[in-house]
């Protein structure tokens, strides 16, 4: 079966520092992957969203980058946080060819 | 572009039932999904519908009207667990999973005894 790993699981940063979230799949093989944010009161927003290594798709401009090095990591950056930058970071697979994506357990990031 | 309407907030008696509605108006389209989310945690599948009618999943139903840009989700014998946040997503076209989902705000259920 398959499992979606993503850490930490609660991070405090304060602003201007930088940032690194891991997240790894296990148990398939050329997935989709995909980073959403969902701010407090807000929905879940895309980020980026890849298919394959080191294919990366930008939704929004902002000071967060991503990279996929291996076929099934991926991981969000950042060199300068913003106070804005804070909430909850959830990593997401699909097959390739489907529609239906598998969230992983998240990451709450707060930018102090 | 694309905007996904749901309700912000319901409640429901525990065994009842309840309705979430969900309208898009979206520049294209090629699926709908509700997830749920309970506090503090990931999003949870529940159903996908492509083509328009009603997919039965147990306590849980969606129907979609393509023509009308509607949705809804309709559980049934309510239960206590069943507070969360459900939320409306939306695929769009040329799907094949490269691109991600637009979601809605969710919407904010809570199951009163």
């Known amino acids: 079966s398959q499992t979606i790993h993503q850490w930490p699981a609660t991070l405090v940063q304060p602003v201007g520092s930088p940032l690194s979230l891991e997240c790894t799949v296990e148990g398939t093989s050329n997935p989709n992957l995909y980073w959403y944010r969902q701010a407090a009161g807000r929905g879940l927003q895309l980020l980026f969203y890849s298919v394959g290594i080191g294919q990366i798709s930008s939704e929004v401009p902002q000071n967060l980058s991503a990279s996929r090095p291996q076929d099934r990591q991926f991981i969000l950056s950042s060199k300068k946080l913003l106070l804005s930058d804070s909430g909850f970071y959830l990593c997401?697979?699909?097959?390739?060819?489907?529609?239906?994506?598998?969230f992983g357990p998240g990451t709450r990031l707060t930018v102090l | 572009g694309q905007n996904i309407d749901q309700p912000t907030e319901m409640t429901a008696t525990e065994g009842a039932i309840v309705q979430i509605n969900c309208t898009y108006q979206t520049s294209g389209f090629n699926g709908l999904f509700w997830y749920q989310q309970h506090a503090g945690e990931a999003p949870t599948f529940l159903s996908y519908n492509v083509l328009d009618g009603l997919e039965e999943k147990g306590r849980f139903s969606s129907f979609l009207s393509r023509s009308k840009g509607y949705s809804y989700l309709l559980l049934k014998e309510l239960q206590m667990k069943d507070s969360a946040s459900y939320l409306c997503a939306v695929t769009p076209p040329g799907g094949g999973g490269a691109d991600g989902l637009t979601f809605g705000k969710g919407t904010h259920l809570i199951i009163q005894p």
């Open positions: 997401a697979w699909a097959p390739m060819g489907y529609n239906e994506q598998f």
